[in-house]
């Protein structure tokens, strides 16, 4: 007999063996057909110019954390959107129940709307790409490698 600790220890296994069973049989099943294209570097899409030895914009990271506080604060929605039409909850309360609710809700989607217009004024949200910089460093690659690189990869 198994305990508690016995069955969950037993499920985990289990799932790991066929999540290494799976990418095993999908690895022995896939076509490998490399080639120069496949083999370049892949950055979201666009083709890589300059140097690799530049700093990234900070930007990014500024739009990146605003999405992720409003992605979190829409997960309050969705308890609130089940608790709202508790038929229960309004019998009992005339009605007021609805009420509360939504005034709750167009309070905290007021708040989320004055975050966002700060932001937007601030200029946090504004895309501008910066200009490409040489770095001014001395290396022990010389830059005329890296300037093969580039012209390697860049479109002419």
Not at 5 to 19: C, D, K, M, R, T
Not at 22 to 42: A, D, F, H, Q
Not at 137 to 151: A, H, L, R, S, W
């Amino acid at each position: 007999m198994l305990s508690d600790f016995g069955i969950v220890l037993l499920a985990i296994i289990l799932s790991a063996i066929a999540v290494l069973a799976v990418l095993g049989i999908s690895w022995m099943l896939r076509p490998s057909k490399p080639n120069e294209e496949k083999l370049t570097t892949y950055e979201s899409g666009e083709d890589p110019i300059g140097n690799a030895n530049v700093q990234f914009n900070v930007k990014f990271y500024i739009v990146a954390l605003i999405f992720i506080l409003f992605d979190v604060e829409l997960v309050f929605l969705f308890p609130w959107a089940t608790v709202f039409g508790n038929k229960q909850y309004i019998q009992q309360t005339n009605g007021l129940w609805g009420w509360f609710t939504i005034a709750e809700m167009f309070i905290f989607i007021g708040i989320l709307a004055l975050g966002l217009a700060y932001v937007w004024a601030k200029g946090y949200l504004d895309w501008v790409k910066p200009e490409y910089r040489t770095p001014k460093f001395k290396g022990k690659v010389p830059i005329e490698m890296y300037n093969q690189v580039n012209d390697k990869y860049t479109d002419k």
